[in-house]
Structure formats: structure tokens, C-alpha cells
């Protein structure tokens, strides 16, 4: 049984920040990521990493404002947004254990992820 539970999202003014967690349990990875969707369009590759953090890959959208990381010991996944834009209104989803190596390929191919989490509301008004 593999559970990732998300929590941090809320509604800010653009140039606010967030942060966002995710809990993973009944399963350990070193493989996982962040992606989003909003009502109208596709779901979208925000963030991911390889090797526990060892490697990290974003989305130009939001490369040097976001920032994801993970803590071991908790088994809990974080994603740092910084100067937030509309533009990142969207469901927020944690991914984690990718089949394959994370690469910024990744971002584009979601269903390389095996398991998601619920979602998390992210609302950015201007």
C-alpha cells in the first residue's frame, strides 16, 4: 500500500510563495517529481529529481523560482515556490518512482511515475 498525501497549497497574491509537502509512505525512492494541471489544460511537469535530490530538473516556466528537495528521514517531499504568478494556478500533484532515470524529459512524461498523490490547490491571484 502506497499512500502520497500532499499538503501546503492555499491561495496567495502573485509574488507570494508556498511550499508544499508531500508524505510518501509504504514505499522507498530516490525517484520523484511535481506536476500540475490546470481545469482546461493537460497535466504538466513542474519539477523532478533523481537520487534522493542529487539531481533536479524544472520546468522553464518556473526554473529559479521554484525548488524542490526531499527529507529523508521524513519521507517527505518539498517543493518551494517563489514569486508566484497566475500562471501557476493549478492542481498540484506528487509523484514518485519513475521506471526510469530522471532526466527533463521526465517533465514531459508523466506516466513514467508510478505513484500520485491526491492533489493540492495552488490559487495566485494577481
Known amino acids: 500500500q502506497v499512500q502520497l498525501v500532499e499538503s501546503g497549497g492555499g491561495s496567495v497574491q502573485a509574488g507570494g510563495s508556498l511550499i508544499l509537502s508531500c ?3 509504504g514505499y522507498t525512492g530516490s525517484r520523484s517529481g511535481w506536476f500540475r494541471q490546470a481545469p482546461s489544460k493537460d497535466r504538466e511537469g513542474v519539477a ?24 529523508n528521514a521524513k519521507k517527505t517531499v518539498y517543493l518551494q515556490m517563489n514569486n508566484l504568478k497566475p500562471e501557476d494556478t493549478a492542481m498540484y500533484y506528487c509523484a514518485a518512482g519513475s521506471y526510469l532515470p530522471v532526466t527533463k524529459a521526465t517533465l ?3 506516466s513514467r511515475f508510478r505513484y500520485w498523490g491526491q492533489g493540492t490547490q495552488v490559487t495566485v491571484s494577481s
Open 108 to 110: 514531459t512524461n508523466p
Open 23 to 25: 508524505v510518501v509512505s
Open 48 to 71: 523532478a529529481m533523481d537520487n534522493s535530490g542529487g539531481s533536479t530538473y524544472y520546468a522553464d516556466s518556473v526554473n529559479g523560482r521554484f525548488t524542490v528537495s526531499q527529507d
